[in-house]
T-cell receptor, first 114, second 114 residues
Framework: AQSVTQLGSHVSVSEGALVLLRCNYS??????LFWYVQYPNQGLQLLLK??????LVKGINGFEAEFKKSETSFHLTKPSAHMSDAAEYFC????????????FGSGTRLSIRP | DVKVTQSSRYLVKRTGEKVFLECVQD?????MFWYRQDPGLGLRLIYF???????EKGDIPEGYSVSREKKERFSLILESASTNQTSMYLC?????????????FGPGTRLTVT
């Protein structure tokens, strides 16, 4: 069965510092992986996704993630944090038994210190 | 742009009341979803619909029912609201098979049951 683990429910970084949000997945077949972002009082929106091909995926707002099969990881990074990046971030994996369903991680709240 | 709208942003109901949450999408998506979001638990799927009048239970369907009479509209029903159903409810939609699962979310309804 597919599952997703996000390490750290809350991450705080200084403005301009590197952002690293960790995600590990378990899947018996090659996964399709997603990062979603939820800004305060809003729904989720897709940040980036990995399906096949290049393992380094670029998303919106300067974020990127790298699929590492050997480590079963899909960590999200951004070189320089901005105050507007404060939000909750969810890693997710497709449920292969039903391709329309997504399994979400528990979320990581990112805070940015001035 | 895909737009998913939800009938209310905030709702307060009393224990035992019947509650209707409405969701409408304007992009002709086949799939629609209802999730609840609770701190530390991420998003949990309540029900899923892949076509008009078709529905499938998610991970936590107890205490909920759904209705999909038209393709664009998906309703979540709490037959007899209880305090443990106080939560944020998110609706989402997706194209069948497209993008391997990318979902578009509404802004959410924060329901309080007193």
């Amino acid at each position: 069965a597919q599952s997703v683990t996000q390490l750290g429910s809350h991450v705080s970084v200084s403005e301009g510092a590197l952002v690293l949000l960790r995600c590990n997945y378990s899947s018996s077949v090659p996964p399709y992986l997603f990062w979603y972002v939820q800004y305060p009082n809003q729904g989720l929106q897709l940040l980036l996704k990995y399906t096949t091909g290049a393992t380094l995926v670029k998303g919106i707002n300067g974020f990127e993630a790298e699929f590492k099969k050997s480590e079963t990881s899909f960590h999200l990074t951004k070189p320089s944090a901005h105050m507007s990046d404060a939000a909750e971030y969810f890693c997710a994996v497709i449920k292969y038994s039903s391709a329309s369903k997504i399994i979400f991680g528990s979320g990581t709240r990112l805070s940015i210190r001035p | 742009d895909v737009k998913v709208t939800q009938s209310s942003r905030y709702l307060v109901k009393r224990t035992g009341e019947k509650v209707f949450l409405e969701c409408v999408q304007d992009m002709d998506h086949e799939n629609m979803f209802w999730y609840r979001q609770d701190p530390g638990l991420g998003l949990r799927l309540i029900y899923f619909s892949y076509d008009v009048k078709m529905k499938e239970k998610g991970d936590i369907p107890e205490g909920y029912s759904v209705s999909r009479e038209k393709k664009e509209r998906f309703s979540l029903i709490l037959e007899s609201a209880s305090t443990n159903q106080t939560s944020m409810y998110l609706c989402a939609s997706s194209l069948r098979g497209s993008g391997r699962g990318e979902q578009y979310f509404g802004p959410g309804t924060r329901l309080t049951v007193t």
